[in-house]
């Protein structure tokens, strides 16, 4: 991987450019679609911001390990989501199958630490090569390493959610939509 890929600076930029499409992805209706355990697991989480107040939605690769969630703050402590669950544990989380509220908690120093880490990289994809992380291949050690700064973070399931506020919200833009294309193609039709 070059150097300019591997710029922190850089793939947080492309990070949160992907961002803005995954969480429109799953907006739409189409987050099933959106995620492939071979290219990569992404789910939304929605956190409440610890200066605004304000409810936020960051999408974030993810593993599923013995029913609970597991994600990572790949760019460290600093990290705004990670800093809000923080503040506020209770969270929202959007998955392919399913819309939760659960309580975020910071597990970096499980013992499971690495496995569980190992396991959300590998989840993640193409996310964890980009990063310069083979996950199926590093030794132990080696991923301590470059993982120190990373913070894992487990979710814990408290019920499901249902209702306006949640993933699909603009999945009223798919029959509009069929429905415009629908009238223009018979309009056209109608001037041939």
Not at 84 to 96: G, H, K, M, T
Not at 106 to 115: A, H, I, M, T, Y
Request: charged share 25%; glycine share 8%.
């Amino acid at each position: 991987m070059s150097d300019e890929l591997a710029n922190p600076d850089r793939l947080r930029r492309a990070f949160r450019a992907f961002n803005r499409f995954m969480l429109l992805i799953f907006r739409l209706g189409l987050g099933s679609y959106g995620n492939r355990p071979e290219l990569s697991q992404v789910m939304v989480i929605t956190h409440t911001g610890r200066k605004t107040g304000l409810r936020r939605r960051t999408p974030v690769n993810y593993a599923v390990v013995d029913g609970e969630v597991y994600c990572l703050a790949g760019f460290g402590a600093r990290t705004d989501w990670y800093r809000n669950l923080l503040a506020d544990p209770q969270v929202e989380i959007w998955l392919p199958d399913g819309w939760y509220s659960g309580v975020a908690e910071d597990v970096s120093e499980d013992p499971r630490r690495l496995p569980l880490l190992r396991q959300v990289l590998i989840a993640s994809g193409f996310a964890a090569r980009a990063a310069g992380i083979d996950p199926r291949r590093i030794t132990d050690e080696q991923l301590q390493a470059v993982s120190s700064d990373y913070r894992l973070v487990r979710i814990r399931r408290v019920q499901p959610r249902t209702g306006p506020g949640g993933p699909s919200d603009l999945a009223w833009v798919w029959p509009l939509s069929t429905l415009v294309l629908i009238g223009l193609l018979l309009i056209r039709r109608k001037r041939i």
